[in-house]
């Protein structure tokens, strides 16, 4: 990097050039007041205070937005300056209340609460619940006011309630604009704005609507940039200053954000995202920045191990339940018994679960709930070991992005994406209904309903043609075919392709929910031949916090740890000789099979599933919360939340990341892998002796490829980790012979139902259920049907609705979509919400083991409206 | 649409036939249409003259135009006959019949629609020699009157785009700069920027996507030149710009016009529209091989958008807020390329310069300042109108020559020049030649021309308190300094007015000022004190007035001032009686009135109503005159 000589205050120093005055003084150490800037936001230059004296440049120009240049000459605090910048700062305490900053009690306040309240109105020093956590504070200590000449023109604007997680109280804004800047530049949001103009001017959303009505997702953002207490985080308030801050990562979805945790006693009392965070970069989404508390301080947590006797729960000892379950289990085959394991445990507890499974129990029935939208990853295509570095979106010139409900299911994606487009980049959407990623520009190419696949299909053909390459089934195929089924014009298509071949790095990020589509695992080599044949990288985004972790680990009735085959005889016995034990050979059943066989006599589920329909023996629920399904259970263990444990997540990227523990277990609940541990202890002898974590990933590390090069000490310092699981083949064309049929049109159920994802539960636990700021933003109790089709079926908006399949009907209420195609019908789709069981055709795919989830044939009537 | 084949070649020729068609007319009639004269409703007067000439059949002998503003907007609607040049104002459609029978056909001049100089009271036949512009230089302007805004062919019949095919066939691009910088052209639009320097910036900055810009979002109140060259002669702006253009090398533009303006933003349209027809826009000009292509974005009616860098932000779709410099826009401008942006007016002297050359325009004008500059004379003056003159011309000239004084016999008080920032100039510096530097010395500024002229009826601290809450309003709210330092100093200024001013809140005012001026991010909050220090430097008295002895000496401020009757006058006639909102006076018929103070809210009725002849109610500027009005009448009494 180029560097350039300039002389701040006398002092000569060599900065990088494209810095800022203001970022090139705090590289030399110099102290520059600010208020308005914030190191991750575009410069603004509103507040006035950083201003310099620059030789050659008239007035004062703002360190904070002028760039540096050979050999200038600053001066940052001439007294000239710093009496500006006092006069300004008065400026501002004429509209804050201010007595917190400048009144004459403020030491013996402090001690004494002398002045608990005072007779002006804008005295407010108790009532900001952001006292000395204020940026303002800071500065008017460092620029030093001690008395103000002016008179208070305090705003007396309404406090603003009414929206979730965080209210806003405008008189302690000092419009510095952080929160829009991080609303519109950074989120790609566009919810805030200023309003007014002049003295009038305030933050807030166009025509003055609630947040929720604007549109806003509730990222926090805004929250996180405030340098007052204007913006306060609810649940946060009046709870002060934390005792200890400690790092975490997400445990929702797949991207793995880090968190900074504030702690006081042994309780969490909030969070915010951490700008050193690797997938991250300081941003995070609503259910990262606003759940944490709630979740782990949950009234629904179960806090000792319940056995049910006569009828009723009751509290016993660790020992008492780790007998009983143990000698209960021991009274059946491996075969009867059943694993069914959420997808946001930690690595080290997969492992000692499935250890548990195959070698204490001897039975291959185990699965993870992330057979759903994940069991399309296969070995033939070794696709499991893609990793890549979310920020290489960031650097891509053309992304093709398969997946309208990224912008919600990964919301911190629409930040690589904004800045991905701010670079330049093409960004180009494909999929049926419209993406929620804010105001960030794309280019639209609407599918018909699962059209993706026939889209897919047209592109390979296109670019093979343009290449030579000799595909020759393709020739079967021909472009109206595709046009039919996907909808979209060869002369489209043509237009991608000179997209993708124009504009280098070219990405093609998927969500999973597209697999779905055609239910079948010739979809990722569709997916694979695409990427080889146009050299854009393949992306693939994973769901639950640590899905990709339960596959790698071996939550699978026919892979184990490091993705070896049941079947691969010759690796299984590298397993046995470490476990010194015999593993079962033949796989086990998947998750719905384990749901529905017979053979099934005991179910041990580590985390919630939906109701069970079928008569079990015995019933083990291992979750932090008390669900539905613990209703039904025999025993009850108390499993902590992962901000009580310590271990490791493998996230999207691949990229294995450690977790703190953030504060001791509550009440007796323990750790997953210590729960299952304790009966291994109890069932065979050797192999479960665990003392922690730890001493689990040593284990791993010898077990598992591609963890071997892990060093625990390396990991909590934040070094980035990939997990390396295959040696680099070249990539290889797949033949595919079979191509994704019609679907076809059927009269009595002429609607094709989409289902979207719903990622918002820990561990099963519901947010939309448990945390009413996330209900109100999240509802999942409306299906999305266009106004004509409704017109037709004399449906209003909001009206009832009743959706059958050949298999069962469920209700929901209308909210009309302009955007989608007619016939189509979108619902959010929760595993954990009724509606799974009640419309689903069970016969599951021989390759995915799971039922036929998207494009469900439906038809749609009026329900009873009350 | 395009024609293609016009190349430059053709241009000439077509040229020489739009002007040998004309030819068979021996009369010209011009109605001016600019926004003041419509609101007279000129467009009747056009419209009657137009019947009567088809009926008449005179069509082929008569040439009718509606023009642009003449500039003397006072006088509308403006009729004007040529070649006499007879100059006919405030004419009515009843007019016209007389003006076609008389003037047209009998060739005999209608005394009572000519203009009467108030000064000689002699009436005035041609239009120049009418005071109003017979002192004026109407370089830019004066085309106005002559042609048809909406008709190319009225700007090529006088010359129009000779300029650009003369920079496209005989200049280089830097020849073309150098020529602008050697005129010594200055940016119109205030701050007074070399423009040729401006564009060799902008040229010589890294890239290859330029922009260029047309500002016109002209939000003084009380100017409106811009507007009126826009209406009524938008081809010059354009000829201006695509010669910027060339000169610069940008390939894209933009015209930057208000909403707020309709006709402007119809006749631009239309000249961009007929421009591109023409082939002085878009691919290949004229056959010269450069491209060039402007598009029209209407405001939406921010005062501060007239910054130069709000109004990028405005352009790109964003709030209007300005942001620091550097970087310049002449290098990161609009979508972060090098931009150059002027105002309607400099684009108009473009194409002057080129073809009468650098040298003879930097003849006119001062040493600093160069050519001529437009203003718009408004307030409290004779002939309201936009006035063109050299730069140098004194404000004497203006005001009292071409403006033709104060109405009502009133005493002249202060102008105030350069819109709601600039200062107020006292009697004193009526003699001040005008340009850049000698306005900003004497605490104003040149600003976009607005020339507000202000009577002895005038109190200088409210208008320094309008103008302030103007640009309190219009702050857009980014910065610290503008935002809250301007309300402050309302906060004051409205206390002072109410006379409930404290002898330390000059000072303040003077503080609040400094820190306005030298914290404010954009030209809108470094200039919004002007108004209050320029009031402070020459009018000091008024605002001391108002603290220490709580009255109003212009009799302004409702709030101080006084409404009395005069025993010794009134007739007690019961109008004023009758006529006050408050019941605050009382008295019975034929005997005399007394307002009781108490109840009385200043509202002036009485004041009004009072009969011309009585003349009993009278304005006091304070409580303090009232009482020695009383304490003389009793000793009077006494006596």
Redesign the interface.
Known sequence: MEKIKIIIDGQEIAVRKGLTVLEAAREANIYIPTLCYHPSLPP?????LC?VEIED?K????SC???IEDGMRIRTSTPEIQD?RQ??LE??L??HPNACLVCQHKENCDEYKSTIRKVDQITGCEFCPNNNQCELQEVVKYIGIEKI???S?YRNLPIERLDPFFERDYNLC??C?RCIRACQEIRGAGTL??I??????VIGTAFNRTHIEAGCQFCGACVDVCPTGALFEKGRKWEGISEEVITTICPYCGIGCQLVVEVKGNRIIGAYPDIKGKTNQGQVCVRGRFTFKNIVHNADRIYNPLIRKNGDFEEVSWEEAVNYVSEKLKKYKGEEIGFIISPQLFNEDYYVIQKFVRLALNSNNIDNLARLTSAYISNELKDFSITYKLQEIEQAKCILLFGSDIGYSHPVINVKFKKAVDNGAKLIFIGSRKPEIGLIPFKRIQTKPGGEVHLIVGLIKTIAERKNSNLENLNKINFDKIEKLSGISYEKIVEIVNLIENFSPCLIIYDLELLQAWNDPNMIKLLNNLSILSGAKLIPLWHESNSRGAWTLGISPEILPGYIKISDLDNIKNFEKIWKNSIPKSPGLSLIEILEKKIIKALYIIGDIPKIEKNLEFLIVQNPFFTSVCKKADVILPACTWAEAEGTFLNTEGRIQFLNRIIEPLGNSKPDWWIISQIGQKIKNNGFQYSSSKEILEEIKKVVPGFQDISLSQLKKGEPFFIKLCSNESKKLFRIDEFPPMEEEDRDFPFFLIFRNDLDNYRGFSLVKNDKGIRLIRSHDFIELNPEDCKKLNIAEKDKVKIISNYGEIEARVKFNEDIHQRTAYLRFSFFSDSFSKIFDLPLNSKTKIPKIQLLPVKIIRGENV | MRNENITLEKLEIKRKSIIEKRKIYNRLITVCGGTGCQAYNCREVFKKFKELIFQKDLKNKIELKITGCHGFCERGPIVVVQPEGIFYQRVTPEDVEEIINETIIDKKIISRLLYIDPITNCKIEKEKEVPFYKKQKRLIFGNNGLIDPTNIEDYLAIGGYKALTKVLTEMKPAEVIDEIKYSGLRGRGGAGFLTGRKWEICRKAPGIEKYIICNCDEGDPGAYMDRSLLEGNPHSVLEGMIIGAYAIGAHQGYIYVRKEYPLAVKNISQAVSQALKWNFLCKDILGSGFTFNIDIVQGAG?F?SGEETALIASIEGR?A?P?????YPAEKGLWKKPTNINNVETWANVPLIILKGAKWYSQIGTKTSKGTKIFSLVGKINNTGLVEVPMGTTLREIIFEIGGGIPNGKKFKAVQTGGPSGGCIPESLLDLPIDFESLSEAGSMMGSGGMIVMDEDTCMVDVARYFLTFT??????????C??????MV?ILNRIIKGEGEPEDIK?LE??AQ?VK????CGLG?TAPNPVLTTLRYFQNEYEAHIYERKCPAKVCTDLIVYYILPEKCVGCLLCLKNCPTEAISGERKKVHVINQEKCIKCGMCYEVCPPKVKAVIKLSGKKELENIQKKQKTEGDK
Do not use: D, M, W
């Open positions: 603004f230059g509103g507040c006035r201003i440049i007035g004062y120009p703002t937005t002028t760039p500006i006069q300004v400026l501002i004429t509209e000449n002016l008179p023109l000092i419009l604009g704005t200023f007014h103009r002049g003295p009038k001017t | 921010a501060v709030r807020f942001t620091p410099r550097p970087p309190q309003h219009e702050s857009c709210g980014k910065c610290v300094p935002r809250i330092g301007t309300r402050q906060e303040q503080e609040l820190i030298k914290g404010s991010l470094q």
